[in-house]
């Protein structure tokens, strides 16, 4: 893809800004308290904005433009359930998790339950993190490897060498600041691709849209009653609400934000903005895929076979082959795509590191040199615990990079997460639901034992399904019978007093 002065400019000028961000804001990490959770005093409308960054990613900047061209704008009733679990987690999870002072999420886990379900619900977290993320990660490189004709292989190992570099160094708070700067840069991406097609093509916007909107381009609600019906209101609306207050609210990864501000109110403003900005993102990008596919058509495009094959290389293609040169909006949409891997990679390396020392190494080293030590924090412990977060943190990235290579050959990677991930976070949220909505019940033990069978159950349904078609249950209602399991089960034991009042590490 040939580059112009401005488009070059474009992308060396975001390079160096990510890198200025990231060592000004990541400068001064001495404590595990700064590298996690940036002393507590990251400002909310900052917190924010990296939380839009992360949950946009590459899956909306390249995932929602493939599903608009290909089909219609049904994945936007996922958003009345987005926004639900959104206001869920505000009045339910965050005053649970300022209560307790914690510095990840399942600490509150065994404040409440005790060692087992904290444990269980860490190792979950880990494995939809690195499946979740692993997935983003290929979303935004294969865009990059589209654009630049690159081997995906070796642009999934660049992108996250350089998400690793940032973090190791500076820890959430570099994670805050370059995320906040990268929401900026993939939206003003989106907005560019927008004013190109106003400016440039004949009839402007009106013209696209219109012819859109006689091929029922635009078709938003599903009104289905079929419970198996993927793109029905009623089922994505059940399964977003649900699949939101996990993601947001049990996930390490997104919740970590939240933690980072002074205060439970500014820890809910950070999230209350994310929620009203969500709409307007996911209809950018939903009409960027539909001004696309009107365009071809209007030009009578024929695209080759590979990327008919997999719609994720739509939109990429697009800017490779039809935007201009010499302008500068390749080089804004290239950067946009890398703003959409490093905000969401970076993330995940931060809350997967932060989990491995506070829900693992913490309580192990106690447990090992339990009478014979100080605690943690004192005699120089804190600086070894910061050493290991930034090792971990390395060890996560090559993890991510893995998986990212292994799952190069799904094509629908948007539903694709989502379905993966479903497997797992219902049983994560169904625990952290019982802990807050009841005050005796729920067992540690049962608690693990409900967990795992949730999973368990869940992963031997998609196999089942995939091998016979005689009994089907649609992906959106994994994560609903997860949570739904997790919680009846815990339900049905007491909590011991004991475990309710373990004190903070």
């Known amino acids: 893809m040939a580059f112009g002065a401005a488009d070059l400019c474009v992308l060396g000028g975001y390079f160096l800004a990510i890198l200025a961000v990231g060592v000004w804001f990541g400068r001064g990490e001495r404590t595990t308290d700064d590298f996690f959770l940036g002393g507590r005093r990251q400002p909310w409308l900052i917190v924010g904005l990296s939380i839009v960054a992360t949950e946009v990613s590459a899956l909306t900047f390249i995932g929602v433009p493939a599903d608009a061209f290909n089909g219609d704008w049904s994945y936007l009733q996922m958003y009345a359930g987005a926004f639900l679990g959104r206001m869920l987690i505000i009045w339910l999870l965050l005053p649970a998790f300022y209560g307790g002072s914690v510095t990840t999420v399942y600490e509150y886990l065994g404040q409440r339950f005790g060692p087992g379900t904290r444990t269980t619900a860490s190792l979950m977290f880990f494995a939809s993190r690195i499946l979740g993320s692993g997935i983003r990660l290929l979303a935004a490189s294969i865009a990059i490897a589209v654009v630049f004709q690159w081997s995906l292989t070796w642009v999934i190992i660049g992108c996250a060498a350089v998400a690793i570099a940032y973090t190791t160094f500076g820890g959430i708070k570099a994670i805050i600041w370059t995320d906040a700067l990268q929401a900026f840069v993939f939206l003003g991406g989106g907005v560019a691709v927008v004013l190109f097609f106003a400016l440039s093509t004949d009839g402007g916007l009106s013209a696209l849209v219109s012819r859109a909107s006689e091929s029922e381009k635009l078709h938003v609600v599903t009104w289905s009653l079929d419970p198996n019906n993927v793109r029905s209101f009623w089922v994505l609306t059940i399964h977003a609400t649900i699949l939101n207050m996990a993601a947001l609210g049990t996930d390490q990864d997104l919740t970590q934000r939240m933690l980072t501000c002074p205060d439970l109110r500014r820890g809910q403003r950070s999230l209350l903005l994310n929620a009203f900005m969500g709409l307007p993102i996911v209809c950018l990008f939903l009409l960027i895929g539909s001004l696309i596919w009107s365009y071809f058509e209007q030009a009578g495009v024929v695209l080759p076979p590979d990327v008919i094959k997999s719609r994720n290389q739509i939109f990429p293609h697009f800017i490779a082959h039809v935007l201009p040169r010499g302008y500068g909006i390749k080089g804004l949409l290239v950067a946009g795509i890398f703003a959409a891997a490093m905000s969401s990679l970076d993330s995940a390396l931060g809350a997967m590191s932060s989990t491995a020392v506070t829900d693992f190494y913490r309580p192990l080293n106690r447990f090992m040199r339990r009478g014979r030590v100080a605690p943690a924090g004192a005699n120089g412990s804190d600086e070894r615990e910061l050493l290991i977060a930034r090792g971990l943190t390395l060890f996560f990235g090559v993890v991510l990079a893995c998986v990212a ?48 069978t949730s999973v368990i159950g869940l992963v031997l349904i998609k196999h089942y399904q995939e091998a016979t078609s005689v009994v089907y249950i649609a992906w959106p209602w994994w994560v609903v019978i997860g949570t739904g399991w997790t919680f009846g089960v815990g339900a049905c034991f007491r909590t011991r007093d004991a475990r309710r009042t373990e004190p903070r590490p």
């Open 405 to 452: 290579i292994a799952f190069q050959e799904h094509d629908d990677l948007l539903w694709e997460a989502f379905k993966w991930v479903g497997l797992i976070v219902g049983g994560m949220l169904g625990v952290f639901l019982l802990g807050v909505t009841t005050k005796h019940r729920g067992h540690d033990v049962a608690n693990v034992a409900a967990m795992l």
